[in-house]
């Protein structure tokens, strides 16, 4: 239902300037001040929202980068005025410049959709900004059913990156009781939930982080097996014989670069490899070449990149299967929560220099 009480408030929003080469910069993102109606015109189907939570992803730098048609087809690059309203499914904005887009937790403030009405809470696409309006399409958006978990964690463990663990793990690498498996960037919003996951089904599990702190607590926290820190390795060959003397049968690649290349040689026969991302290559001009493919072919090595997209409709079945254990006390997931809408700029980019410690978010409201 539509409310009938028009009020105008200011709308803060991040502004993406132009694309980037190389590691991105705050400049590139400004924040600005529009208004906007908090009553949607008579006869819409759309959904305004006022944002609560919004989340800080690696796969953002991709769309920050020039329009490339591979990269296109799993995420559409940053634009702005039209063409940037029409891909990215939000219907208002002043008419200057649009706010980068990405997945956030919300409350909705009207409706003229049948299936939600104000006060209700759903995660997806918005805008970066205090308010947006939302065109619903399939599966852009969840309603939140279960409150009695914190709301944040639907920007990570119940959202998409939950959903991308999920979905890599039991769905691409079809895990097995006593495999061995390696995950790295191993303490981010993915990562973390990967290990965990391998350890209920009774694998062997390693991480690899960025600092002593992230090591640690791979091993004292998520529980994995063994876990090293990749900044302190000469040679990532040599660190993966020593935690996988017989080899790695499953690897959850989130780097791409150097250590995909050494892990390949460290693959077990039928080894399985469920390509998330790669987040030491986004940045560079000329990414790294890797030379040991060939051993895909030697040992019939499964390697298989996904979109989370893809296995939306497994979403209620994740949440039956992931919910109870974190009642239970059996998963635990950490965040690294930045306070206030001016700190999301340097939250994303701290993604990219790997500062965050967890699943990296800011608070736009508490309510």
């Known amino acids: 239902m539509v409310n009938t009480e028009a009020a105008t408030v200011t709308n803060k929003q991040i502004?993406?300037?132009?694309?980037?080469?190389?590691?991105?910069?705050?400049?590139?993102?400004?924040?600005?001040?529009?208004?906007?109606?908090?009553?949607?015109?008579?006869?819409?189907?759309?959904?305004?929202?006022?944002?609560?939570?919004l989340s800080c992803d690696p796969y953002m730098r991709i769309c920050m980068g020039k329009p490339d048609p591979l990269s296109s087809s799993l995420v559409p690059p940053y634009k702005t005025d039209s063409n940037m309203k029409r891909m990215c499914m939000l219907d208002h904005f002043s008419d200057i410049k649009l706010p980068i887009i990405g997945l956030g937790v919300s409350k909705v403030i009207?409706?003229?959709?049948p299936d939600y009405k104000k006060g209700d809470l759903l995660w997806g696409l918005v805008g970066w900004e205090e308010y947006s309006v939302i065109t619903l399409t399939h599966y852009s958006h969840f309603k939140i059913q279960h409150t009695d978990v914190p709301l944040s964690y639907y920007t990570g463990?119940?959202?998409?990156?939950?959903?991308?663990?999920?979905?890599?793990?039991?769905?691409?690498?079809?895990?097995?009781?006593?495999?061995?498996?390696?995950?790295?960037a191993a303490s981010g919003?993915?990562?973390?939930?990967?290990?965990?996951?391998?350890?209920?089904?009774?694998?062997?599990?390693?991480?690899?982080?960025?600092?002593?702190?992230k090591v640690d607590l791979l091993k004292t926290k998520f529980g994995f097996d063994d876990a090293?820190?990749?900044?302190?390795?000469?040679?990532?060959?040599?660190?993966?014989?020593?935690?996988?003397?017989e080899g790695i049968d499953?690897?959850?690649?989130?780097?791409?670069?150097?250590?995909?290349?050494?892990?390949?040689?460290?693959?077990?026969?039928?080894?399985?490899?469920?390509?998330?991302?790669?987040?030491?290559?986004?940045?560079?001009?000329?990414?790294?070449?890797?030379?040991?493919?060939?051993?895909?072919?030697?040992?019939?090595?499964?390697?298989?990149?996904?979109?989370?997209?893809?296995?939306?409709?497994?979403?209620?079945?994740?949440?039956?299967?992931?919910?109870?254990?974190?009642?239970?006390?059996?998963?635990?997931?950490?965040?690294?929560?930045?306070?206030g809408f001016e700190s999301g700029p340097s939250a994303l980019l701290g993604l990219f220099e790997g500062k965050n410690v967890g699943k990296q978010l800011f608070v736009v409201a508490h309510e």
């Open 15 to 53: 502004i993406f300037r132009d694309y980037v080469s190389g590691f991105p910069r705050e400049s590139d993102l400004n924040i600005t001040t529009t208004t906007i109606d908090l009553r949607l015109p008579e006869g819409s189907t759309s959904v305004l929202v006022k944002n609560l939570y």
């Open 110 to 113: 009207d409706s003229g959709h």
């Open 157 to 184: 463990l119940l959202g998409m990156p939950g959903m991308t663990a999920y979905a890599g793990f039991y769905e691409i690498c079809s895990p097995k009781k006593g495999e061995t498996v390696f995950v790295s």
């Open 189 to 213: 919003a993915v990562g973390q939930l990967v290990g965990q996951f391998a350890k209920l089904m009774g694998c062997y599990v390693v991480g690899s982080a960025g600092s002593k702190e």
């Open 228 to 245: 090293f820190n990749y900044k302190e390795e000469k040679d990532f060959s040599a660190a993966l014989r020593r935690y996988f003397p």
């Open 250 to 339: 499953i690897y959850f690649e989130n780097v791409g670069g150097k250590m995909l290349d050494a892990v390949l040689i460290n693959m077990r026969l039928h080894g399985r490899v469920a390509v998330c991302g790669m987040i030491s290559q986004y940045n560079l001009e000329d990414p790294e070449g890797v030379h040991n493919l060939p051993t895909i072919l030697y040992k019939r090595i499964q390697l298989q990149g996904f979109g989370v997209c893809d296995f939306y409709d497994k979403y209620s079945k994740f949440l039956d299967f992931v919910l109870p254990y974190i009642r239970e006390g059996k998963i635990t997931y950490v965040e690294d929560i930045a306070e």
